[in-house]
T-cell receptor, first 112, second 113 residues
């Protein structure tokens, strides 16, 4: 297992388009987290899953955002009708009981 | 609400010297965890060190150590014998139980030769 994998690494999209990102966690990790990081800021929590159950969603996650983790393995984060304010780095992390997070390299989204 | 404050947006240090990054946090909880993460330019977030609040002994990982002052809600990171590879953004983070991480705004550290 090579760690947390995120695809794509970069995404440029036109305003109003839908985008979907994928995260493959470390296989034995039962928790998966999504964060958003804008330039010069720390990551902000968006949502997290324990196995396939989505346990918490941040107020940052508007109705245009949806996340899934079917079968408790990989996860997808979809943004509908993208806006310029959605431009950010989207980070995925996974963890197991020892609360140690492993982060992926992130997906950088640019909305033009 | 839990908050994490890093009051130093940027720091610089000469190679081989020691530097301390500051972090304060606010919580009413008694049991929690504190972390320092390193984010090199265009690279992924890496865990540097972590501290359990119930432990009085300060955590140490090679050249990295923390000064954990629970009463003052302070959690500083000391980097000894700084190396060029330490150049990165450093984020202080806080967690209750095994819940989500709450991050500070980060400190950009530049190590000069």
């Amino acid at each position: 297992d090579t760690g947390v994998s995120q695809n794509p690494r970069h995404k440029i999209t036109k305003r109003g388009q839908n985008v979907t990102f994928r995260c493959d966690p470390i296989s034995e990790h039962n928790r998966l987290y999504w964060y958003r990081q804008t330039l010069g800021q720390g990551p902000e929590f968006l949502t997290y899953f324990q196995n396939e159950a989505q346990l918490e969603k941040s107020r940052l996650l508007s109705d245009r955002f949806s996340a899934e983790r079917p079968k408790g393995s990989f996860s997808t984060l979809e943004i509908q009708r993208t806006e310029q304010g959605d431009s950010a780095m989207y980070l995925c992390a996974s963890s197991h009981r020892d609360y140690g997070y492993t982060f992926g390299s992130g997906t950088r989204l640019t909305v033009v | 609400a839990q908050t994490v404050t890093q009051s130093q947006p940027e720091m610089s240090v000469q190679e081989a010297e020691t530097v301390t990054l500051s972090c304060t946090y606010d919580t009413s909880e008694n049991n929690y965890y504190l972390f320092w993460y390193k984010q090199p330019p265009s690279r992924q977030m890496i865990l540097v060190i972590r501290q359990e609040a119930y432990k009085q002994q300060n955590a140490t990982e090679n050249r990295f150590s923390v000064n954990f002052q629970k009463a003052a809600k302070s959690f500083s990171l000391k980097i000894s014998d700084s190396q060029l590879g330490d150049t990165a953004m450093y984020f202080c983070a806080f967690m209750i139980n095994t819940d989500k991480l709450i991050f500070g705004t980060g400190t950009r550290l530049q190590v000069f030769p």
